[in-house]
């Protein structure tokens, strides 16, 4: 793989990590029971691909 190639997978990679900050219940884990926690990081990307699909689909 080309270096121009990671970078840009790291840059994907962290900008999910930035996206899935602004969600305030991720941010902090507040969960105790880990299947609940992965139900919320599940609905979070979830929820980020649809506005990013949404995003692409109106402009």
């Known amino acids: 793989m080309h270096r121009e190639g990671i970078g840009k997978l790291r ?3 962290e900008q999910t990590f ?3 900050h ?3 219940r ?3 884990r507040r ?3 880990t299947d609940l ?7 979070a990307c979830s929820l ?4 990013r699909l949404r995003k692409t689909k109106n402009g």
């Open 11 to 13: 840059y994907v990679v």
């Open 18 to 20: 930035a996206l899935l």
């Open 22 to 24: 602004h969600l305030k």
């Open 26 to 28: 991720l941010a902090v």
């Open 31 to 33: 969960e105790r029971r």
């Open 37 to 43: 926690h992965d139900a919320f990081v599940t609905l």
């Open 48 to 51: 980020i691909c649809w506005r």
